[in-house]
């Protein structure tokens, strides 16, 4: 393959562009970033336009491809028909993983396609491999529609995917898991004991009562606290009064509520499912999955590999394991890269890590040695809780109590245990992501000192902050609300939450009767779980 010079795009969440857009490709179309990296690469002939829905022919396609690839010869492709003709989508696809050096030992990546055996037969290898490989995905209506002809933006999607897919999807997964790092390595102190149960709707004495953990003053943690809250690191630091030279963080202010979720609100610490997703929200990514029981393709999650997933047909994971056998799951686990995720999961509950290494091993014959390959994972878990993990650090000179934990375990042991291998659409498609873009229903104070407005944002949430200045624009009210699971699975956010009586979690005060008569400005800003603060409007109003 040439070398070619990329933009700086690997891991970005959007992009930006030097030179000016083709007249014809405004920033509204379906393919605009991916059409704009070939531009700025150089990949296509300068001109004013690009004609996105202009017919690829075989010849145009074929001296695309090979302009990338040395070793690239067509020759015989295009002598056997007519190389003006447009190119279909099953040939174009032939092309590039014969380019690519793709090597087809997929056994069912096709499968999820309903028009599957319209692929002619001397392309199918060479498409199957494709698929699995993500460098096409298919159409949404599980269609992949083989002697459809190829636009030129289809065919600058691909040329992207083909080029620089490889390079993003590391970047991005190295992103994940760097998240996933800060959530189960962070270390810290509490500045008093915390007793507290993930029980969500009970009363402080019913907590007291079923008390599930016990977090000290007098020692040092390793990970966020483990919470069915669901709350994104930033929220928890928010609790940080300082930072030791050990980089050890002070932590004021945690109380039972806001860990376990009294009456089913708290917003601090996370557990194995919001961590993962979490994680991969760093990317843009969204889920309408909220726990362990819903990580499946309905509602975000896809399958790692070809294995069959049938999600929908079980309950139990471990029927999918029992379904595909063994073999097949190995060769799954074998496939994963690391920023992945397993799941196991029976009536909609279950447990998930984050995959870091997979080490696979070989037997003679070719089959994989379920017992001797590996994989390492993160996690947040329950468990270290109850067994009081420990470990002595040199610089701390101290145990450290561990919240999230590294193991080693092996493919046989997974599969056994009914874990399966899953990921999510954002480190499989390197398609840029869209911009954070946060969309405000017009924030109003009524008379009766309500605050009305919903906040939605195409990006995971984190947090709510509303700031009032008086005239001279010194802050009056301030209060930060951490948007939780039951307001629509961290995208949405209803204003009134800020004044309601049973409220999400909210830090300091936004009370307008307090106020005298006057006029005064409001800021609102949100955070989103990756930090970034988006402002959303400023504006003045009189009480």
Same mark, same amino acid.
């Given at each position: 393959m040439k070398k070619v010079i990329s933009l700086i795009l690997a891991g970005a969440m959007t992009l930006t562009f030097a030179s000016a857009a083709y007249s014809d490709v405004p920033e509204s179309h379906w393919a605009y970033g991916e059409i704009m990296v070939a531009k700025e690469n150089g990949l296509f002939e300068d001109s004013a336009t690009f004609s996105p829905d202009s017919i690829m022919t075989k010849e145009d396609a074929a001296k695309a491809i090979s302009a990338q690839f040395e070793d690239a010869d067509f020759s015989a492709f295009l002598n056997s028909s007519d190389k003006t003709s447009a190119i279909t989508r099953e040939e174009v696809v032939y092309l590039f993983a014969k380019a690519k050096g793709y090597e087809d030992t997929y056994a069912y990546a096709l499968d999820k396609f309903s028009d599957k055996d319209e692929i002619s037969d001397e392309y199918i290898s060479e498409v199957r491999v494709s698929v699995a490989n993500g460098l096409i995905l298919g159409h949404s209506d599980d269609t992949f529609r083989p002697k459809s002809t190829l636009t030129k933006?289809?065919?600058?999607?691909?040329?992207? $995917?083909?080029?620089?897919?490889?390079?993003?999807?590391?970047?991005? $997964?190295?992103?994940?898991?760097?998240?996933?790092?800060?959530?189960?390595?962070?270390?810290?102190?509490?500045?008093?004991?915390?007793?507290?149960?993930?029980?969500?709707?009970?009363?402080?004495?019913?907590?007291?009562?079923?008390?599930?953990?016990?977090?000290?003053?007098? $020692?040092?943690?390793? &990970?966020?606290?483990?919470?069915?809250?669901?709350?994104?690191?930033?929220?928890?630091?928010?609790?940080?009064?300082?930072?030791?030279?050990?980089?050890?963080?002070?932590?004021? &202010?945690?109380?039972?509520?806001?860990?376990?979720?009294?009456?089913?609100?708290?917003?601090?610490?996370?557990?194995?499912?919001?961590?993962?997703?979490?994680?991969?929200?760093?990317?843009?990514?969204?889920?309408?999955?909220?726990?362990?029981?819903?990580?499946?393709?309905?509602?975000?999650?896809?399958?790692?590999?070809?294995?069959?997933?049938?999600?929908?047909?079980?309950?139990?994971?471990g029927e999918i394991v029992k379904e595909n056998g063994d073999q097949v799951i190995f060769r799954a686990f074998s496939r994963m890269k690391p920023g992945d995720g397993v799941v196991k999961r029976a009536n909609n509950s279950g447990h998930c890590r984050m995959i870091t290494e997979i080490n696979t091993v070989y037997l003679p014959d070719g089959t994989i040695d379920g017992e001797n390959s590996?994989?390492?994972m993160i996690e947040q878990?329950?468990?270290?809780?109850?067994?009081?993990?420990?470990?002595?650090?040199?610089?701390?000179?101290?145990?450290?109590?561990?919240?999230?934990?590294?193991?080693?375990?092996?493919?046989?042991?997974?599969?056994?245990?009914?874990?399966?291998p899953i990921t999510c659409r954002a480190l499989l498609d390197p398609a840029p992501i869209a911009k954070a873009v946060v969309i405000d229903s017009e924030t109003v104070f009524d008379k009766d000192t309500i605050l009305k407005g919903t906040l939605t944002c195409n990006w995971m949430m984190d947090s709510v902050t509303l700031t009032i200045t008086d005239k001279?624009?010194?802050?009056?009210?301030?209060?930060?609300?951490?948007?939780?699971?039951?307001? &629509?699975q961290y995208m949405s956010f209803d204003l009134q939450e800020f004044v309601t009586v049973n409220p999400v979690l909210v830090r300091g005060e936004v009370d307008l009767s307090k106020l005298d008569s006057g006029s005064y400005g409001c800021s609102l800003s949100v955070r989103l779980i990756t930090g970034e603060v988006v402002t959303v409007r400023e504006f003045d109003f009189e009480i």
């Open positions: 933006a289809e065919f600058a999607v691909l040329l992207y $995917r083909t080029l620089y897919g490889e390079e993003i999807l590391k970047a991005r $997964r190295q992103k994940a898991i760097d998240y996933m790092t800060k959530q189960t390595t962070l270390l810290w102190r509490p500045t008093e004991d915390i007793f507290y149960t993930t029980q969500s709707n009970v009363t402080p004495e019913e907590a007291k009562e079923n008390v599930q953990f016990h977090l000290y003053k007098d $020692r040092i943690y390793h &990970g966020v606290p483990y919470s069915y809250a669901g709350g994104a690191s930033e929220a928890f630091l928010d609790y940080a009064i300082e930072q030791d030279e050990n980089g050890v963080y002070l932590i004021d &202010g945690l109380t039972w509520e806001n860990i376990s979720g009294g009456s089913g609100i708290g917003r601090i610490g996370n557990d194995c499912s919001s961590a993962l997703l979490h994680s991969w929200g760093q990317l843009g990514e969204t889920f309408e999955a909220t726990t362990t029981g819903y990580l499946t393709e309905k509602y975000g999650c896809l399958p790692v590999d070809d294995y069959k997933s049938v999600f929908d047909k079980y309950e139990d994971t590996m994989m390492t878990t329950v468990g270290s809780f109850k067994k009081e993990q420990t470990y002595f650090d040199e610089n701390l000179g101290c145990d450290v109590y561990k919240v999230g934990i590294e193991q080693t375990f092996s493919f046989a042991a997974m599969a056994k245990a009914k874990y399966i001279n624009g010194d802050q009056v009210q301030n209060a930060t609300a951490y948007v939780s699971r039951k307001t &629509g």
